[in-house]
């Protein structure tokens, strides 16, 4: 069974830091590809990165560009999203989502398959 869980989220000052991760199970990220979201009460989920296994990399939403990065632990169950330089904008529920390889890179919900429940970022003074 696909299972995602998100962790790392809390409230942090304009500026500051957060490292997400996106733990998984039932699967490898080797065989799927993961997509991070976010979401603000009132508005669409609104894709942030997503990896293209086409161009074995990951893209970026332009806002986030610069400023958020995802990597993997070693273990090949865990992603990251790191984010810096956070601003008052950022703050939503952020998830982390799979979807088939063939379809990797898409900022679309629609895409993904399989979801975590989120993790609240609250960036503010």
């Known amino acids: 069974q696909f299972r995602l869980v998100e962790s790392g989220g809390g409230l942090v000052q304009p500026g500051g830091s957060l490292r997400l991760s996106c733990e998984v199970s039932?699967?490898?990220?080797?065989?799927?590809?993961l997509g991070w979201f976010r979401q603000v009460p009132g508005k669409k989920r609104e894709g942030i990165a997503a990896f293209n296994r086409s161009f074995n990399k990951t893209v970026y939403l332009d806002s986030v560009k610069g400023r958020f990065s995802v990597s993997r632990g070693n273990a090949k169950n865990t992603e990251y999203l790191e984010m810096n330089s956070l601003k008052p904008e950022d703050t939503g529920v952020y998830y982390c989502?799979?979807?088939?390889?063939?379809?990797?890179?898409?900022?679309?919900?629609?895409?993904?398959?399989?979801w975590g429940r989120g993790t609240q970022v609250t960036v503010s003074s």
């Open positions: 039932g699967f490898t990220l080797d065989d799927y590809a």
């Open positions: 989502a799979s979807t088939d390889l063939s379809l990797s890179g898409s900022f679309l919900p629609g895409m993904y398959g399989f």
